[in-house]
T-cell receptor, first 114, second 112 residues
Framework: NAGVTQTPKFRVLKTGQSMTLLCAQD?????MYWYRQDPGMGLRLIHY???????AKGEVPDGYNVSRLKKQNFLLGLESAAPSQTSVYFC?????????????FGDGTRLSIL | KQEVTQIPAALSVPEGENLVLNCSFT??????LQWFRQDPGKGLTSLLL?????REQTSGRLNASLDKSSGRSTLYIAASQPGDSATYLC???????????FGTGTRLQVTL
């Protein structure tokens, strides 16, 4: 059972570089989410998607873009990386947004911006 | 704005002890509350989810309670084991679609 798979697991970027984080889920979930986790701040929602072809902004969307071209994949892009985007990024998915549906998380991508 | 607080930030207990982790939230208009476990360098594993209409949920040695009116939840771990050592996070689902608000977690260490 793969669940939610994130690639890459680690990455170091220079300021101004761009990159894309990939999230794939094999549970046929409609909803997918991108969070960032920073020390002392808890997880914060960046963007989310309620189905194939849809995206929406979360709590901290600035500096990030997302795409959901296929139901199983949710991509997070950094167009011009900044040191403030150094963080651990988690992808999650859920069957629906209704109460009683837990979110399932990947193992994270550790991103450092120099 | 919903805020979630977890106290204590860290806890160390000897093996076999029963323990309680606390979570409080400021806005009682929630859909559900979820407890997660996070191991170092890993993602979050969902432990228990309590819907707003429920008072508690149990899974094995874990019992989570919810008191919406007071904005509190507790996670009770019975007969703790070294394998329970991890960070425990609570999150509330409220407000706009799909938004989980997380606490900063309690780091638990169970010693031999």
């Amino acid at each position: 059972n793969a669940g939610v798979t994130q690639t890459p697991k680690f990455r170091v970027l220079k300021t101004g570089q761009s990159m894309t984080l990939l999230c794939a889920q094999d549970m046929n979930h409609e909803y997918m989410y991108w969070y960032r986790q920073d020390p002392g701040m808890g997880l914060r929602l960046i963007h989310y998607s309620v189905g194939e072809g849809t995206t929406a902004k979360g709590e901290v969307p600035d500096g990030y873009n997302v795409s959901r071209l296929k139901k199983q994949n949710f991509l997070l892009g950094l167009e011009s990386a900044a040191p403030s985007q150094t963080s651990v990024y988690f992808c999650a998915s859920s069957y629906s947004d209704e109460g009683g549906q837990p979110q399932h998380f990947g193992d994270g991508t550790r991103l450092s911006i120099l | 704005k919903q805020e979630v607080t977890q106290i204590p930030a860290a806890l160390s207990v000897p093996e076999g002890e029963n323990l309680v982790l606390n979570c409080s939230f400021t806005d009682s208009a929630i859909y559900n509350l979820q407890w997660f476990r996070q191991d170092p360098g890993k993602g979050l594993t969902s432990l228990l989810l309590i819907q707003s209409s429920q008072r508690e949920q149990t899974s094995g040695r874990l019992n989570a309670s919810l008191d919406k009116s007071s904005g509190r939840s507790t996670l009770y771990i019975a007969a703790s084991q070294p394998g329970d050592s991890a960070t425990y996070l609570c999150a509330v689902h409220a407000g706009t679609a799909s938004k989980l608000t997380f606490g900063t977690g309690t780091r638990l260490q169970v010693t031999l």
